[in-house]
C-alpha cells in the first residue's frame, strides 16, 4: 500500500488461483504474461502468452520448452507430475 501497488484478493481463494485465473484470462484475450514465482506448480500455466520468471534461479525464465526441460514433462501435465 505504501508504494501504490495494487493488492488483488479474493476470500476463499489462494494467491496462486488468482494468479492463474488472471494470467490464464489475459493469455486468452492475447495478452503476453510474466508471472514472477518460485512456485513449481505454476509452470502448468506456462504457454505461448505465459512466461513464468524464477527470481530463485537468477531470474530464469520458463517457457514452454524450458519448462519441458526443467520437468520432464510440458506445461500441461505438470499439474499431473506434481500429484502423481
Known amino acids: 500500500e505504501a508504494q ?3 493488492i488483488l484478493q479474493y476470500d476463499g481463494f489462494e494467491a496462486d488461483d488468482v494468479i492463474g485465473a488472471i494470467a490464464t484470462q489475459a493469455a486468452g484475450r492475447g495478452i503476453e504474461v510474466m508471472i514472477v514465482s518460485s512456485d513449481k506448480d505454476m509452470l502448468q ?3 505461448d ?9 537468477d531470474d530464469l525464465v520458463y517457457d514452454a520448452a524450458a519448462t ?4 520432464g514433462v510440458p506445461p500441461r501435465a505438470v499439474a499431473d507430475l506434481r500429484d502423481a
Open 4 to 6: 501504490q501497488v495494487p
Open 45 to 47: 500455466l506456462v504457454n
Open 49 to 57: 502468452h505465459v512466461r513464468m520468471l524464477n527470481p530463485m534461479k
Open 68 to 71: 519441458e526441460e526443467f520437468m
